[in-house]
């Protein structure tokens, strides 16, 4: 157990490790209950160290010995290392523990799922398989031999001898040890290969659980997409004999980047037609290539400490979306990115959890795989790229990659390759990755009819946010254009850069008042605020040019139909509905978008935008407000549902690329909106005879939401039973669904089904996940969502800390709300920070939430 008294690390405190290593050799003796690891590591004093105190992380370890050059050692031994007295000079350190695989419920280190043996190391789970500096700036070639009876026995790097009950492995790449990567079990391999650019065949390899041989398929080929993409884009080859991958099914988090030995979750990487949605099939492309990325992103550019976390993974984040953009539709994976942006990262810079790109201080660094450092440290790459250009951005890369290759690098480092290789000053712009919070752009316009001039009057600002009472202005690039009020456009885009609290911009020579376009393309993460009615918005919709803020439009006039829907029981606005017809009828633009065109905000979202507003959010009106659009817009569009939900069928063999995907999402919100206005028939056709899993969980989902689901419900489970990731969704989909009355006895319920298995961070993730996500559910006033998320975190904290504090943020909202919700939240946070034992991660979620 660990010690919950809660130690701050901070960015300022860093000192380098007092030791080099030259080389590091394991032998693991594997054993489910008393696996032995041996290790033998060549010290060497670290001439740019001062302080010489050898002092090894190790958690959970049962120390049978310790030598230094031989010599047995007795070092002082705590629950969170061991100090040694060590020569000034190079040494060898010997030393054999004893772990227990099958009890590690935390899933980090070497842990067993289904049989198998399997490791997570980042970002500090080294230290629970040997004594070690856990630390990321510690890089050493790895040697590793495994004794054991499984089939399979995998390790980082390449291959060496091998044979009856043991295999060696070689990595030649240094690394920290959060890369290190063991597995062991009876798999399957789905096998291919790949020649490098430069002619090296590769032996690529997914090794799953007998039975899943079936789902390889589609994720092998988007590894040989983001090999061949990384090459063609970034200059970037890969550089062992080897490149495995391997799904297990527990796991906390979706995939890692281990040096040529990816360990994913299985859910992020089996796919097939029959059990994947076409979102799943998209997930795991971009996750796939997001783990390949790595390997010059994070492995051989690594970070020197934790707090640099963004460095790989916001630039990582970037680069797969890049990717997604290049495979799929850059317009489509824009808007799919902002949404999501807003609905996990804003509500985060906006609460008590809010912390900068880089953080500066942390208790426990698991909490700090986050929206903010993945997603906002994507787009803050995004606007870098935006403001010194295509080419300046590719020529600072290669500068990257050419002068920190092998080095265990920071922001400092990645702000100064921008500097030199564009001659930039970046120093303003570096206040992205320090200052937390979301900024406010608000936009006045003026305009001189006599003199033809249109000014732009910008101003922005940052709320305060916790540590950070004080902001200043930061470089924000705003894309925009400007279009005649024929809608024609007369300027194209643009980009300026806001540098100051308040700025202006002129254009002059017009003939009339233009319409401005701003922040196409979503070019800076903020929250713009002008001055627009909703005919302007239906003129945007109707005329942009850019594909974002057209959809943009729509959803704003979708969003401000729902508020005066919620706040002064208004009608359904006619202009939304009418520029909704228009965009779905218009043949010109692909399925997917229309798809996309076709939702409108989240009920989570619009508790956002309230209260970004100054109101209360009251989640029982937005529910029934967002079901009343919905029935509205099936009115609306009631004479083109059946051709849109007809003509919009794929064709030909089922295929998970935009286009396939793209119709079905239109021809399933048809088929939705045809079950609001009575015929379900549709829906039960489709679940019936549907051949792949988009088709047949959308028809579940139609059937459930209008209440006539309980057949297919019970004929789901008995057709999916066996296939785990099938019944996650099966969980989930009853929960999300669920009246808000209903929602916490729903979960309830299947908490008690014979399948749920709280070890599992699918499943638990899958069943109080899903109740978080039900807005009106989890928020019922009755505060039993509350008390039953409690309740089982309470419960999942002692076995598995990360996930469990992970979840917690499904609270981070709770000063939105009113005084009686707030209440009863608090009594839970309360309640669960009060629980004996707490672990480190929980205490710290928890404390900073109640703020
Ligand atoms: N680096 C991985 C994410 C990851 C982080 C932590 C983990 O365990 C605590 C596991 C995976 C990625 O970005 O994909
Ligand atoms: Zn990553």
């Known amino acids: 157990m ?64 310790a030598t230094i050059d031989g010599k047995e050692v007795s070092p002082s031994v705590t629950d969170e290392g061991l100090t040694v007295d060590a020569p000034d000079a190079p040494f060898t350190w010997e030393a054999e523990v004893e772990i227990s695989p099958s009890t590690n419920t935390a899933l980090e280190g070497l842990y067993m799922s289904n049989g198998m043996y ?108 983001s090999m061949k993409w990384d090459e063609d884009v970034y200059g970037r080859e890969y550089d062992l004999d080897i490149f495995n991958i391997v799904a297990v099914d527990d796991f906390n988090m979706g995939a890692m980047e281990n040096k040529g030995l990816n360990i994913f979750n299985s859910s992020c990487v089996l796919a097939s037609q029959a059990t994947s949605t076409d979102a799943d099939f998209e997930r795991i492309e971009a996750i796939i290539a997001h783990e390949y990325f790595h390997n010059w992103t994070g492995n051989r550019i690594t970070c020197r400490d934790w707090f640099q976390l963004c460095l790989k993974e916001g630039l990582t984040v970037f680069r797969d979306a890049q990717f997604t953009s290049d495979m799929r539709s850059e317009p489509v994976k824009r808007i799919d990115d902002v949404i ?18 880089r953080p500066e201080e942390f208790q426990e660094i698991n909490n700090f795989y986050t929206a903010t450092v993945y997603e906002k440290g994507a787009e803050v790459i995004g606007m870098l790229k935006t403001l010194v250009g295509h080419d300046a951005y590719y020529k600072a890369l290669d500068l990257y990659f050419e002068r920190h290759d092998g080095d265990a690098a920071t922001i ?42 249109f000014t732009l009057h910008f101003s922005q600002s940052t709320a305060p946010t916790p540590g950070q009472d004080i902001k200043d202005p930061r470089v924000i690039p705003i894309a925009l254009g400007l279009l005649a009020p024929g809608g024609k456009e007369t ?57 974002f803020n057209r959809w943009e439009a729509g959803g704003d006039l979708a969003r401000d139909t729902l508020i005066n829907m919620i706040l002064k029981d208004a009608a359904p606005s006619p202009a939304y509905l009418h ?43 937005i529910h029934i407000a967002s079901r009343a659009l919905l029935a509205a817009k099936a009115e609306t569009l009631s004479d083109i549902l059946p051709a849109l939900y007809a003509d919009n069928q794929p064709t030909g063999a089922y295929k998970p690329d935009a286009e396939g995907s793209g119709k079905r999402d239109l021809a399933n919100a048809a088929m939705s909106l045809m079950a609001k206005l009575g015929d379900l028939s549709h829906a039960k ?25 309980a057949e297919a419900v019970k004929a789901f489970y008995d057709q999916w039973k066996e296939d785990r990731l099938v019944i996650n969704k099966w969980f989930g989909l009853q929960i999300s669904l669920a009246e808000p009355e209903d929602a916490a006895k729903v979960t309830e319920a299947l908490t008690q089904h014979p399948d749920f298995d709280m070890k599992n961070p699918n499943r638990f993730r899958a069943t109080l996940g899903a109740l978080a996500g039900n807005h009106a559910g989890f928020h019922h006033e009755s505060g039993a969502g509350y008390a039953l998320l409690a309740d089982w975190l309470i419960k999942l904290d002692p076995l598995n800390p990360q996930t469990t504090a992970r979840m917690c943020t499904a609270f981070q909202t709770w000063k939105r709300y009113d005084a009686g919700r707030q209440a009863l939240i608090k009594a839970q946070l309360e309640r669960i920070l009060a629980t004996p034992n707490l672990s480190r991660d929980t205490n710290e979620m928890i404390s900073r939430i109640l703020g």
Not at 340 to 357: K, T
Not at 506 to 530: M, N
Not at 685 to 709: C, K, P
Request: aromatic share 10%; with cysteine.
């Open 340 to 357: 999501a942006l807003r609905a996990r990262q804003f509500p985060e810079d906006q609460g008590p959890l809010s912390h900068p790109v």
């Open 685 to 709: 056709a489709q679940f019936a005879s549907a051949d792949n899993m988009t088709q047949q969980f959308e028809a579940l989902a139609v059937l459930v939401r209008e209440g006539q689901g």
């Open 118 to 225: 399997c490791t997570q190391c980042e970002a500090e789970g080294f230290r629970k398989i040997t004594y070690y500096p856990d630390r990321p700036d510690v890089m050493a070639t790895f040697d590793v031999r495994i004794e054991g009876s499984e089939k399979v026995l995998l390790s980082n790097g390449n291959p060496g001898a091998s044979g009856e009950g043991f295999a060696e492995w070689s990595d030649p790449w240094k690394k920290p040890a959060y890369l290190f990567a063991l597995v062991a079990g009876d798999l399957i391999n789905h096998p291919d290969s790949f020649t490098t650019r430069t002619g090296t065949d590769v032996e690529l390899n997914i090794w799953v659980r007998p039975g899943d041989e079936d789902k390889c398929a589609f994720g092998m080929q988007a590894l040989k997409d």
């Open 412 to 453: 400092e480092d990645w702000i100064q390759v921008f500097e030199d290789s564009t001659g930039r000053d970046l120093q303003q712009f570096k206040r992205w990755y320090s200052q937390s919070g979301t900024p406010k752009v608000s936009v006045k316009e003026e305009w001189d009819a006599e003199n033809g001039i």
């Open 579 to 621: 520029g909704l017809r228009r965009v779905v009828t218009d043949e010109s633009l692909d399925p997917a978008y229309r798809g996309l065109m076709i939702q409108h905000p989240s009920e989570t979202e619009l508790a956002g935008t309230l209260s970004d507003m100054g109101e209360i959010p009251d989640p029982t009106k």
């Open 2 to 65: 660990r010690d919950a008294a809660p130690q701050t690390i901070y960015l300022k405190d860093y000192t380098p490790f007092g030791y080099v290593i030259d080389s590091v050799q394991l032998t693991f003796k594997l054993h489910p209950t008393e696996t032995r690891v041996l290790s033998k590591i060549a010290f060497r004093p670290n001439p740019e160290a001062t302080d010489r105190t050898f002092f090894l992380h190790g958690e959970e370890l049962k120390l049978i010995s």
């Open 491 to 547: 300027h194209p885009t643009h980009v300026i850069e806001l540098t100051h609290a308040e700025q202006s911009l002129t254009f002059d020579g017009l003939d009339a008042r233009p319409v401005p376009s701003l922040l196409r393309g979503f070019s800076a993460p903020v929250i713009l605020e002008q001055e627009i009615d909703n005919d302007r918005r239906a003129f945007l919709l109707a005329n942009d040019t850019d594909p």
